[in-house]
């Protein structure tokens, strides 16, 4: 089974948060060869703690690392420009970039997908250099779950409620996101299932 963690789900790790158990039973499934984890590549560019963003790749790799994920997989995102990073980003193509907006258009209904637009609509300087940072945030999850489903998960693990929202998540599980679940309930489903082939063998 191929599971994909969220930035929520580092940052639970980083902050001992009380999913934090959780996710890390899931790491230890990994280690056990029980599940395929993977973190997506567009965490690195998500805000981080203090307000600042990541300069480079690595210093990514080593916050995961720091929380017991450096061994994990890694998905690529659509490459944006002043977002992704250069070599951890594809090029992308017309059937992924129409992936990418049907995510949009669920999750963000109210947020332009284009960013010109969205900037012209609020009167913001779409040149200035600094990407909106509700754009911004809303980009990123979107490519969160693009590269869950790009990438061919089965499980998304995600404690956001936006993803969770009955108007919303049976649509994201349509495009083909498997299912998409929060930590403690991910353990639960995976550990269930592990049973029943242990039954069945």
């Known amino acids: 089974m191929k599971v994909t963690l969220d930035t929520n789900c580092?940052?639970?790790?980083?902050?001992?948060?009380?999913?934090?158990?959780?996710?890390?039973?899931?790491?230890?499934?990994?280690?056990?060869?029980?599940?395929?984890?993977?973190?997506?590549?567009?965490?690195?560019?998500?805000?981080?703690?203090?307000g600042k963003y990541t300069s480079n790749f690595a210093e990514f790799k080593?916050?995961?690392?720091?929380?017991?994920?450096?061994h994990v997989g890694i998905l690529k995102p659509i490459f944006y420009w002043g977002i992704t990073f250069w070599n951890w980003s594809l090029w992308a193509n017309d059937e992924m970039v129409t992936l990418e907006l049907q995510i949009h258009e669920i999750l963000f209904p109210e947020i332009d997908f284009n960013y010109h637009k969205f900037c012209d609509k609020r009167g913001i300087d779409s040149n200035s250099g600094e990407i909106d940072r509700?754009?911004?945030?809303?980009?990123c999850d979107v490519l969160a779950l693009w590269s869950h489903i790009y990438h061919k998960g089965g499980i998304f693990i995600t404690s956001d409620s936006n993803f969770h929202k009955k108007t919303k998540k049976p649509?994201?599980?349509?495009?083909?996101?498997?299912?998409?679940?929060?930590?403690?309930?991910?353990?639960?489903?995976?550990?269930?299932?592990?049973?029943?082939?242990?039954?069945d063998a």
């Open 171 to 199: 649509a994201l599980i349509a495009l083909g996101a498997g299912d998409i679940v929060k930590p403690k309930d991910a353990v639960e489903k995976l550990k269930g299932e592990m049973d029943e082939r242990i039954s």
């Open 62 to 70: 080593e916050r995961i690392a720091a929380v017991g994920l450096g």
């Open 10 to 50: 580092i940052i639970d790790l980083e902050e001992d948060r009380k999913t934090a158990p959780y996710t890390s039973v899931l790491t230890s499934m990994h280690k056990n060869q029980k599940i395929n984890l993977r973190v997506v590549a567009i965490s690195a560019s998500e805000r981080q703690l203090g």
């Open 134 to 139: 509700r754009w911004r945030n809303a980009k």
